[in-house]
Structure formats: C-alpha cells, structure tokens
C-alpha cells in the first residue's frame, strides 16, 4: 500500500470521528450518559477514553514528524510484523477481541460533561494537521513508543493503531447512542 493511501484512509477516518463528534454537541447530556447496558460506557466515557490517548499519540507522532527527515516521491509502505498485528486487532469488527484499558485512561466513575467533546474535536483537528505533515516524511522509520511499555513500531503503525483505536470506541459511542430509548 502506498503511504499516500494509508493518511488518506486516516484522514477519512479522523475526519468522520470530527463530523461525530460535531454531531454529538447537539445531543442531551442525559443521551450521552445512558449505559447501553451494565458495566458498558457511555457516549462519553468512550471519547474520554480516546481524549487520554490522544494526547499521548499526538505528541508521540508530532515530536517523530517534526523531528523527521523530509522526503519526497512514492513510498511504499510496510507495517513490519507488530504493527501489522496491532493495526489488524484494533479496527471493530464482529468478534473483535475485547481488551482491558489502562487504569489511567479508563474514565469510569467520573462526572463528565459535553467539554470531552471540545477536547476531542480539538484533538481531531490537530490529527489532520498531522497528518498533513506526514505526507512529506517516511512512515516506515521514525519509531514511536506505544502506550504498552518496551514496544515502538514504525510511525505509519502507530498513526494506523491510535486512529483504528479511535475507530473501535466511536463505533463503541455511537452504539451507546442508539441504544438510548
């Protein structure tokens, strides 16, 4: 796949979960806390989750894009073998594998409002700014950190995972959603 078509896949995907979140501002609070059922989050518990993300994975990726070479012409991208895996796991899909979150960025039993909202936007603003960027350095180098401690794969995987990830939970939202009666 060519770089070109991976940041134009994510900036689609950035710019649906943005047109999302826009959607959401015009929603009752009442709406965006109903719990599909017990244990599951709500609307926004899941963009919160994603707001603690994102302010790791936006600085990760911006430093490794700011600090990149630039280049130029077509690139061919590879994912190498974790990034691969991790991207593959993390886009929704029926039977997908549920996984357990991080303490710090499991935002139940918190008293949340609609500014998780302006976070997110924000944050998906500052994706497509960044993914501008990206066009003009190599997404197979620059290694980023993950969240999950000793792993780094390139920046291409990390965009495609944090980005994928934010896919899973507004999927995850949107469903809280509709199940609202």
Same mark, same amino acid.
């Given at each position: 796949?060519?770089?070109?078509e ?59 894009? /700011?600090?990149? &070479?630039? =280049? ?9 073998? $974790?990034?691969? @895996?991790?991207? %593959? ?15 710090d ?5 918190? /008293?949340?409002d &609609?500014? =998780? ?9 500052? $994706?497509?700014s @960044?993914?501008? %960027? ?48």
């Amino acid at each position: 796949m060519k770089q070109s078509e991976v940041l134009q896949e994510l900036s689609e995907y950035v710019e649906q979960h943005l047109n999302f979140a826009q959607t959401l501002k015009s929603k009752k609070v009442s709406t965006l806390k109903h719990q599909p059922k017990e244990g599951a989050w709500n609307a926004l518990q899941c963009i919160e989750h994603l707001n603690r993300y994102g302010e790791f994975y936006l600085d990760e990726c911006g430093q490794k894009i /700011n600090q990149a &070479k630039k =280049v130029q012409g077509v690139r061919e991208f590879k994912p190498g073998f $974790w990034g691969k @895996l991790f991207t %593959k796991i993390m886009l929704p899909k029926k039977n997908m594998i549920k996984m357990k979150t991080f303490a710090d960025k499991n935002p139940e039993a918190e /008293n949340m409002d &609609k500014e =998780v909202l302006d976070t997110f936007i924000n944050q998906q603003k500052a $994706w497509l700014s @960044l993914l501008d %960027k990206a066009k003009q350095v190599n997404l197979n180098k620059n290694n980023c950190s993950l969240t999950l401690p000793l792993l780094k794969i390139n920046l291409g995987s990390t965009l495609r995972f944090n980005l994928y990830h934010n896919e899973r939970h507004v999927v995850q939202a949107q469903k809280a959603i509709e199940s609202y009666t």
